[in-house]
């Protein structure tokens, strides 16, 4: 089983910035991968960001050169950083696990709400 717990989600104003934080245990480490998904009410959840055991990274299009996505093993957490936000933005912000990248996820945690006024 794998514990992931997000933290840093909050309001604010187009063109802030906010850093989510997922701090993981558990037998995490059976899993190559890990990563931030998106969700908006009625649309379908959007990969964010991946990163995998050896620090590659990928981006969805919509917010490559603004979110950046890092991992800090002896603390166990998950980061993304988010600069230059935008409405578009909104969402209910996931920490994923996955066995890898290319898989989709096998472990989420609960959430936490991002929103961004314009």
């Known amino acids: 089983q794998v514990q992931l717990a997000e933290s840093g989600g909050a309001s604010v104003e187009s063109g802030g910035s906010l850093r989510l934080s997922c701090a993981y245990s558990?037998?995490?480490?059976?899993?190559?991968?890990m990563g931030w998904f998106r969700q908006v009410p009625g649309k379908e959840r959007e990969k964010v960001a991946t990163?995998?055991?050896?620090?590659?990274?990928t981006y969805a299009d919509s917010v490559k050169g603004r979110f950046t996505i890092s991992q800090d093993y002896p603390k166990n957490t998950l980061y993304l950083q988010m600069d230059n936000l935008t409405p578009d933005d909104t969402a209910m912000y996931y920490c994923?696990?996955?066995?890898?990248?290319?898989?989709?996820?096998?472990?989420w945690g609960q959430g936490t709400q991002v929103t961004v006024a314009a």
């Open positions: 558990g037998a995490v480490y059976s899993n190559l991968c």
């Open positions: 994923t696990t996955m066995r890898v990248c290319q898989l989709a996820p096998n472990f």
């Open positions: 990163i995998d055991d050896g620090g590659s990274t």
